[in-house]
């Protein structure tokens, strides 16, 4: 259950509240009833979290351009952010025969949750501490050196070291699966091969 609190706040209006409203599109994933999670419903909730991710996003990047921060951040947060539609693109289309539909949504749902946790905490609250040591007098680069060394409170490592450990969970499927498949594809070469 992804739940908004005041740990994830950057203090850019802006921002927290894009935040906000990824969280509770993400929570609607879970809250969809048994009897209502059809392909249709799902394409539907995650066409829109992509359409309004994918704002978010641009939003912030054009935020980062604005105060000049560093370039090797920016480029973090641009491959974190490409690197969210697409895993979840490729958990979408990686149907199991074995997984029911309505697994699939929790699925889905936890692994957006871990991420938007992970990145949010661990990425995107850098943003503001760097606008304020640029301001006063850091260039970018010891803004970005400086903020990558801070270190947080437990309670937030807590959240960030849960949601790696799921994304990490995820990420260890997704290899299996991969690496049954292309069992199958030897499988087939071989027979083939025979015949
Ligand atoms: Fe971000
Ligand atoms: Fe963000």
């Known amino acids: 259950m992804l739940t908004w609190s005041t740990v994830f706040e950057t ?102 949750a871990s991420w938007l946790v992970y990145h949010t905490l661990r990425v995107d609250l850098m943003i503001p501490k760097q606008i304020a040591l640029i301001r006063r007098g850091k260039t970018p680069a010891e803004a970005f050196a400086m903020v990558k060394q801070g270190g947080c409170s437990p309670d937030v490592s807590k959240l960030v070291l849960d949601a790696v450990l799921h994304l990490w969970d995820e990420a260890m499927e997704r290899v299996h699966a991969l690496e049954g498949q292309l069992e199958k594809t030897k499988n087939h070469t071989d027979t083939a091969r025979q015949a």
Do not use: C, W
């Open 11 to 112: 203090k850019l209006e802006l921002i927290d509240n894009q935040h906000k409203t990824l969280f509770e599109m993400v929570s609607a994933l879970t809250d969809v009833a048994p009897a209502e999670r059809t392909e249709q419903r799902l394409d539907q909730i995650l066409d829109a979290l992509f359409d309004y991710a994918q704002e978010h996003f641009v939003d912030e990047e054009v935020l980062m351009t604005h105060y000049k921060l560093d370039e090797q951040y920016m480029r973090l947060q641009h491959m974190e952010h490409k690197s969210f539609i697409y895993d979840i693109t490729q958990m979408r289309n990686r149907v199991t025969d074995a997984e029911g539909l309505s697994v699939q949504f929790d699925k889905l749902a936890r692994f957006a």
